[in-house]
């Protein structure tokens, strides 16, 4: 049974017609276990087993932005274990993937990524969080425990180990994951690969399948960082260029056309 988790999103709403377009979308959806719309703080707090971009497309189906503010366990009295993301922006691949530590034995791994050519790519976490020569300075995958590689649901694995993602007919890969030896707070400053072959998990016949499931060399990574937990980030703009977080959902992350006059500031 998939572990539910508890996700705080921002989302655009001016009345309370937004509040019924949004009680109505969500009502009824059974991967949704909790529901609670905040009109004043355009906030709308769920406990689901669905991924955070999942729910942001059915959100934003309503004709609404929205954006995740916060991710957390939907574990009763349970203490913030750790949140990490990676944004993965070298290569021609481009995406998120999120990290949640829901209770000490559980590591939920959500992503989505674009620009990939349908079929499956392995996926791994690496030791270095270094990205100076693309995914190639990214280290070999973290494996502190000194096991050979193989699959994610295996006793004998390199930590790092993930398995494999399929992209789309589009290109898009979304996923979420389970996994029980990756830790939030053993994996933050590391990084996360993409590679550009499917991995064979250890399951192939020469050597090289129990280094890396001949899942090849990098197509895209992004290094972990610490991100925010519940009500962690009451963030409604950058300070830096004034972007709320409504006009960042639909700006490049850097570069030209992010920052413009805010006739506000």
Known sequence: MATATKMELAVE???????????????????????????????????????????????????????????????????????????????????????????????????????????????????LGDLSDGCNSCGDRFNPYNQPHGGPADERRHVGDMGNIEADETGRAKFRLEDRLIKVWDIIGRSVVVHANADDLGRGNNPQSKIDGNSGSGIACGIIARSSGLFQNPKKFCSCDGVTIWEERDRPLAGPGRSQPHASL
């Open 13 to 127: 709403m001016t009345c309370q017609r937004c509040v019924q377009d949004i009680q109505k979308k969500l009502d009824g959806i059974q991967e949704i276990k909790t529901l609670d719309i905040n009109l004043g703080n355009e906030q709308v707090v769920i406990e689901t087993t669905l991924p955070s971009s999942q729910v942001i497309d059915i959100l934003e189906s309503t004709g609404r932005r929205a954006t995740l503010q916060g991710h957390g366990s939907a574990i009763s009295g349970q203490s913030h274990l750790g949140a990490a993301v990676s944004m993965l922006e070298v290569g021609p691949v481009k995406g998120v993937v999120r990290y949640l530590q829901s209770d000490r034995n559980t590591c939920i791994i959500e992503g989505t990524l674009d620009g990939l050519k349908p079929g499956k790519y392995g996926i791994a976490i690496h030791e």
